[in-house]
């Protein structure tokens, strides 16, 4: 009778880890997945408009800051694109 407490411990055990390492490796996946993304947005915003660093604001953040350049009479060009 304790043989079998025993194994079922250990195979309760042995189903843990292995939840645990596939929960891992589903994280990991989810990681590489995020910073994929991340690298082609990346990417695709400097090629936006020639060689340009592209950011996303706010319109109320956008409106102050195209203001405020506009008064230290900056040029700015804005590349909306929808959401």
Known sequence: MLSLFLY????EKEERLLRRQINRERLEE?????AAEKT???KTGS??????RSITLAPATLLLLAHS???KN????ILIIGF
Request: no cysteine.
């Open 8 to 11: 079922l411990q250990a195979k």
């Open 30 to 34: 989810k990681r590489k997945q995020k």
């Open 40 to 42: 082609k947005s990346l």
């Open 47 to 52: 090629q936006n408009a020639k060689g340009m």
């Open 69 to 71: 350049l506009w008064k």
């Open 74 to 77: 900056i040029q700015l060009k």
